[in-house]
């Protein structure tokens, strides 16, 4: 019995101990009145936002997705016309901001990526034109650089028909301030096999870069993987492009009537938010990536050249490596910033999210509180899932320390 | 550690509490408490609401606002001004931030009874049109299939211009902005080949353009906009007062009762005229104001005739023709209900 007493000692100790003074109990009892507070403090925040919709007899409620919008929008990369619901151009909206996001986050990483490394150049030029950029254009508000792209330079550029095209003349690049235009690749019966031979190369390039690694391993002979992998990217669906017939076409843009008819055209709102959404973005990550290869010590470059590695492996395999784990954080939030800012895109009359649904779709249905709750969640999915991605990228290139 | 916790409980029960404050419902109560009306206008919109050269606010809706604080204080300059951009008109005036909301607003019936909003009555009888560069060589709003228009986001000019197109089976390529000068500023910059918005506003935008005379207004009518002041719903007094401001301004330009000759006027032995200026009756009290209210408005602010001519008329850049905005005694469609 007293071996049973001994074994519980413990709460023994804490039943001597008053409830009032234990501090596991009171912060127990303390959390769940902050838990309880901010349930009451949501609960009589919505209910008596209904309560007033209600008295001031304003219509609220979802129902208004499933009616006709009625309105047209300017670019959308799903069909859609005016007689599509609200739902649809919800849709529209939120597609029109993910890939102005996902093309800025992809040339602000590019531009910044160089724009970086140019700093650390040893070339007196490179390394004081990088700084320029970099100091200029971080330290302009994006709104005005936005404006800059599209009032001072994409709007000054002359009308199509001021341009001097001739009607109904086929042009294969024109660029006029009504956009940029580019021929259209036209499929034709059998165009998809080469997207499949496209797919099938990539996929090979990356089994080939598996195999080649672990050769190497087993072995230490290397093998061009870049090369091979070049090779088949190009040629794969060429040869799918030879042998089906070459079944597809190019649409070129002509002028006719008041504007460009025909080809592929990217909007002067899109370019000028593209442009500076990435370059303004790029100056930061061109900054995180100077500190990122700042922060790896001198002597692991020298370790690697006492080895016999040439400068170019050096970077690729010991200083890029250890670089990531300190760019990847800070450059997650500048991918945030990047997919939030694009709702500058207002001012410049970009459809995204914000000037569709935030703008047009609460006009017409007059439901401001639905309307600007849906557009901060999707905001917040939005930026939850860049981050939950690049966490698992993070932790894919943590060092793994033994 | 604890006390962190407990102050932060307590912080957010405060805010929970402040939360659960009602909106209210007499705005005359509050109006007078404050000593102005808060009035939501246009961010610029000559002949209806814009700055002129010496910094005031002036144009036809501006004169509403101006009248309703001539009745409520008997002083016209009483009011404060709140511009908004189309888009953020109506949650302005159904949040309170402002008290009336006259910005050339077309009176739509999805407007009338599902925004917790009400219009007082129609300020000015408006038509959807079209504005085009002389140079493109059209001349009827039926050759527009292909082009490029300007529109602002939030406007029932948004939702007239893709009805018309459709119903005309013609196509065209939206380009939205929120703001009005964004807009001036696309068209002016030949990004789109069309302007659409109300006739009386392209006729006022035409002149901010950097060539006005290389504009022309296509002769198509599209649509029927009827502008008015807006209050918010579930306050019948202050709807009243609103209401009330532009009838007398219609029934002193009835009368033939001037901004000059009001003071005259008072003398009339006219029962009609008695009552308007609030010799007879007491017809202001039943508004809760002054029986001189409409003196005020009269003295301070004008007849709707004059009121017209000084904004929009032709001594003005815009030269607008009264047209169907003349009084219903003179083949228009203004209206007054008497005051008796």
Redesign the interface.
């Known amino acids: 019995m007293a071996h049973q007493e001994g074994v519980s000692a413990d709460a023994g100790d804490s039943e001597r101990v008053s409830l009032m003074n234990d501090p596991k109990a009171?912060?127990l009892v303390?959390?769940a009145?902050?838990i309880i507070?901010?349930i009451?403090?949501v609960y009589?925040?919505v209910t008596?936002a209904i309560?007033?919709?209600a008295?001031?007899?304003?219509?609220s409620g979802f129902g208004f997705f499933g009616e006709r919008a009625?309105?047209?929008?300017?670019q959308s990369f799903i069909p859609y016309t005016?007689d599509s619901t609200y739902l649809r151009a919800f849709f529209v909206g939120l597609l029109n901001t993910m890939v102005v996001a996902i093309i800025g986050i992809f040339f602000a990483t590019m531009i910044g990526f160089i724009v970086g490394l140019a700093r650390l150049s040893k070339n007196y030029l490179v390394q004081k034109f990088a700084t320029v950029y970099v100091e200029t254009l971080r330290n302009i508000p994006l709104l005005l650089q936005l404006l800059f792209w599209y009032?001072a330079v994409l709007?000054?550029l002359?009308?199509p028909?001021?341009g001097g095209l001739e009607p109904g003349v086929e042009v294969v690049f024109n660029l006029n301030?009504?956009g940029l235009y580019m021929p259209r690749i036209v499929p034709e019966g059998g165009a998809q096999l080469i997207l499949y031979a496209f797919i099938v190369a990539v996929v090979g390039w990356i089994l080939i870069g598996r195999w080649a690694k672990k050769r190497q391993m087993a072995t230490g002979q290397q093998f061009p993987v870049f090369l091979t992998g070049l090779g088949l990217v190009i040629f794969l669906p060429l040869i799918a492009f030879l042998v089906t017939g070459m079944p597809l076409s190019l649409e070129y843009a002509s002028l006719?009537?008041?504007?460009m008819?025909g080809g592929w055209v990217i909007q002067?709102?899109f370019m000028a938010l593209l442009l500076g959404l990435s370059l303004y973005t790029a100056s930061f990550i061109a900054e995180i990536v100077r500190a990122g290869i700042l922060a790896v010590s001198h002597g692991q470059s020298e370790a690697a050249f006492a080895l016999g590695l040439r400068p170019n492996l050096t970077s690729r395999l010991v200083v890029v490596p250890q670089a990531m784990r300190v760019i990847i954080p800070p450059l997650t939030s500048q991918y945030l910033n990047l997919t939030k800012n694009s709702s500058l895109a207002?001012?410049?009359?970009y459809?995204d999210l914000v000037?569709i649904f935030g703008?047009?779709v609460?006009?017409?249905?007059?439901q401001?509180v639905e309307v600007i709750s849906i557009t901060m969640l999707v905001y917040l999915t939005l930026s939850l899932l860049t981050s939950a991605f690049m966490n698992w990228f993070n932790s894919s290139v943590a060092l793994v320390e033994r | 550690?604890?006390n962190k916790?407990?102050s932060?409980?307590v912080g957010?029960?405060a805010?929970?509490s402040l939360?659960?404050t009602?909106?209210s419902a007499a705005t005359l109560d509050d109006v007078k408490a404050k000593g102005f009306v808060q009035c939501g206008v246009s961010t610029g919109l000559a002949g209806f609401s814009a700055p002129n050269d010496a910094g005031d606010w002036s144009g036809l809706d501006v004169d509403i606002c101006r009248g309703v604080a001539a009745a409520v204080f008997g002083d016209a300059t009483a009011v404060k001004y709140s511009p908004l951009s189309?888009?953020e008109r109506?949650?302005a005036l159904?949040s309170g931030e402002i008290d009336l909301l006259p910005r050339n607003t077309t009176w739509t019936m999805?407007?009338d009874t599902?925004?917790?909003l009400n219009f007082t009555g129609v300020n000015y009888y408006d038509g959807q049109g079209f504005m085009v560069r002389k140079s493109?060589g059209v001349n009827s709003a039926l050759q527009?299939?292909?082009?490029?228009v300007c529109v602002q986001?939030?406007?029932t000019t948004?939702?007239n211009?893709?009805?018309y197109f459709?119903a005309n089976g013609m196509t065209?390529?939206?380009?939205?902005?929120?703001k009005l000068e964004?807009v001036n500023?696309?068209y002016d910059?030949?990004?789109c080949?069309v302007y659409t918005t109300d006739q009386s506003g392209l006729y006022s935008i035409r002149l901010g353009l950097s060539a006005p005379d290389e504009h022309m207004v296509l002769p198509e009518v599209i649509s029927k906009e009827p502008l008015g002041p807006v209050v918010?719903?579930?306050d019948d007094q202050w709807f009243s007062i609103v209401k009330w401001v532009h009838f007398a301004m219609i029934n002193a330009e009835e009368m033939g009762i001037t901004s000059a000759n009001v003071d005259e006027m008072m003398n009339s032995e006219d029962p009609n005229v008695k009552r308007i200026l609030g010799k007879e009756g007491t017809f202001g009290e039943g508004m809760g104001i002054g029986n001189d209210w409409a003196y005020n408005i009269i003295k301070q602010v004008g007849n709707y005739g004059e009121v017209f001519e000084r904004n929009l008329g032709a001594s003005t850049p815009l030269g607008i023709a009264r047209g169907v905005n003349a009084l219903w005694s003179k083949g228009g469609l203004q209206y007054a209900p008497p005051i008796r």
């Open positions: 009171r912060g303390f959390q009145l902050l507070a901010v009451y403090l009589s925040g008596n309560d007033n919709l008295r001031a007899g304003i219509a009625g309105f047209d929008i300017g005016n009032k709007s000054i002359p009308s028909r001021a301030n009504r006719q009537g008041f504007n008819v002067p709102e207002v001012a410049i009359g459809p000037s703008g047009t609460l006009n017409q249905t007059g401001a | 550690m604890n916790i407990l932060a409980v957010v029960t805010v929970a939360g659960a009602a909106a189309a888009k109506f949650t159904q999805s407007r599902q925004l917790g493109l527009l299939s292909g082009a490029s986001t939030g406007t948004e939702l211009l893709t009805d459709k065209y390529n939206p380009v939205v902005f929120e964004e500023a696309a910059a030949n990004r080949d918010r719903q579930g």
